[in-house]
């Protein structure tokens, strides 16, 4: 059996492998693993039972699952604060603004409406490291906390969670957005009431779609995976740009006047050019995965900036973000993380930043997004392949080099085995999408002949 956790908490079908038994457990095991070191001295000094934050995103199942987890804490002695539908970084905020000692989001972010997940963060709102996972996940097995009577937690609406987030998001801005006209996808999701509200409480002039969510149509046709309704509605309402979520709002892509996709090396292109003239890019310093494009890397040694390349997800981000102290970090995908004003990816602040940047420089978003080339990117998934001999295969490595000698400067390779899937992928980029496809057939090919199962 594999871990339990992936890459961003547990993931799975719906009353599927996750199910509500299941969730109660794995609630219960969580209870008992944050709220023991530390804080247990602090809870025994004040008194006190634990206290959480749990939220979700709008689709089905939803329903039944935070109730799992509403009892699965409770029944161990937490006091359960509910805040309803909202986004990720929302819960991860009100964790850290309210003092919780730890929070739930039940969310499947981006995948369709059958699955769902549970994502725990941390005191401080903060993603927890693999370890501590397979520390939950091995209390699963073990007798949960038991208390009776009045030991057992409760369970409270978090009335003005909501307002609570709103309210720290337009406090991240130093000017409001009057004058700009944004349309904003919300994916049928968790931004579908919050992100319209920020935008138009900052001034802003506001289309919305994908903001009619019935559990059901989450991710469906709309979103940061599908940006077609978005370039078509920016277009025919003569926007100044479009901002697209996805099912719980912590990513964010966009689209520019003239139709084009604006992705995440992009955003963050332009925000760590921006800050660093601001004085606010601390140790004048990004941090972005493997997946960035080869022109993100180009465009930050332009403008020197360091680059620091971490693994793959957007927890992985965070954790270089807290050992280098940078103050900036993302993913492609739009996962932005900004550590002055949140713990997590959070993409309608991400949105409001990038508004702001538009206004401050007085460039359109397709202006501003011409600090960086992108190289085409070719990807390339192998599968009936052994990933574990990906790394000792001499046939491999020896192909991988004479790739690189070939694409110099001008192009960059990089083969990685899925987290999650019996995968291989193999990336190239360089200035031809020509070039990019045939080195990355040719080496697909190797790794296919070398490693096949």
């Given at each position: ?10 993931r799975?079908?719906a ?6 038994d299941?969730?109660v457990?794995?609630s ?10 530390r804080?247990?001295e602090?809870l025994k000094?004040?008194?006190?039972r634990?206290?959480?934050v749990?939220?979700r ?17 409770a029944?161990s ?5 509910d ?6 970084p929302?819960?991860?905020y009100?964790v850290?603004d309210g003092?919780?000692d730890?929070?739930v989001m039940?969310s499947a972010?981006?995948n ?12 401080g ?8 996972e397979?520390?939950?996940e091995?209390a699963?097995?073990k007798?949960?906390l038991?208390?009776t ?6 369970i ?6 909501e307002?609570?987030?709103?309210m ?5 801005l130093?000017?409001?957005l009057?004058?700009l006209?944004?349309v904003i996808?919300c ?13 138009r409480?900052?001034?802003a002039?506001?289309t919305?779609?994908g ?5 059901l149509n989450?991710?469906?046709g ?5 940006l077609?309704?978005l370039q078509?509605?920016?277009l ?12 719980d709002a912590?990513r964010a ?15 963050m292109?332009i925000l760590?050019v921006?800050?660093?003239e601001e ?7 990004l ?7 080869l022109g993100?890397r180009?465009?930050m040694?332009?403008h020197g900036?360091?680059l620091?390349e971490?693994?793959?997800g957007?927890r992985?981000?965070l954790e ?5 102290g940078?103050?900036l970090?993302?993913e492609?995908?739009?996962?932005i993380i ?5 713990t ?5 602040l991400?949105g409001?930043?990038?508004a702001?940047?538009?206004l ?7 202006e501003?997004?011409d600090v960086?080339?992108?190289y ?10 052994d990933r574990?001999?990906?790394?000792a ?7 991988v ?5 070939e694409l110099?400067?001008?192009g960059r ?8 899937e ?5 990336m ?5 999408e020509?070039t990019a496809?045939r080195v990355a ?7 296919k ?5």
């Open positions: 059996m594999g871990r339990l956790f992936g890459t961003d908490g547990v799975g079908l009353n599927g492998e996750l199910t509500a299941m969730v457990r794995l219960q095991a969580a209870a008992f693993v944050l709220t023991k070191g804080h247990a602090e000094a004040e008194g006190r634990p206290r959480a749990i939220a995103d709008p689709r089905v199942s939803g329903e039944f699952l935070s109730s799992a987890v509403s009892a699965g804490l029944s002695g937490i006091d359960v604060w805040a309803g539908v909202v986004p990720t929302a819960c991860a009100l850290r003092g919780f730890f929070g039940v972010s981006h369709p409406a059958p699955d769902n997940g549970i994502k725990f963060f941390s005191f709102g903060t993603k927890l490291p693999d370890e501590v397979d520390r939950i091995g699963m097995a007798q949960a038991s208390p009577g009045a030991g057992v937690g409760r409270k609406r978090f009335a003005d969670a307002d609570r987030y709103v720290h998001l337009l406090s991240t130093d000017r409001d009057t004058g006209h944004v996808d994916a049928h999701g968790a931004a579908s009431g919050i992100s319209p509200r920020v935008f409480d900052a001034g002039t506001v919305v779609i903001d009619d969510p019935d559990g989450i991710n469906s709309y979103g940061s995976t599908h077609e309704n078509t509605t920016v025919s309402v003569g926007a100044d740009f479009g901002i697209a979520h996805d099912g912590d892509l966009a689209i520019d006047h003239t139709g084009r996709v604006i992705d995440g090396d992009h955003i292109a760590a921006s800050m660093k004085g606010k890019l601390a140790s004048d310093t941090v972005a995965t493997v997946m960035s494009n993100l180009k465009a040694a332009t900036i360091t620091i971490s693994a793959v957007d992985y981000v270089d973000l807290a050992t280098s940078a103050s970090g993302g492609q995908s739009g996962h900004l550590t002055e004003h949140s997590t990816g959070d993409g309608i991400t409001i930043q990038l702001r940047e538009i401050r420089t007085g460039k359109s978003l397709a501003l997004a960086m080339n992108v085409p990117q070719v990807l390339i998934n192998v599968s009936g392949v574990s001999r990906l790394a295969d001499a046939e491999v490595r020896a192909a080099a004479a790739a690189e000698a110099a400067d001008s390779v990089l083969l990685r085995p899925s987290g999650t019996d995968l291989i992928r193999v190239v980029e360089a200035s031809e020509s496809s057939e040719s080496l697909a090919d190797v790794v002949q070398r490693l096949h199962t």
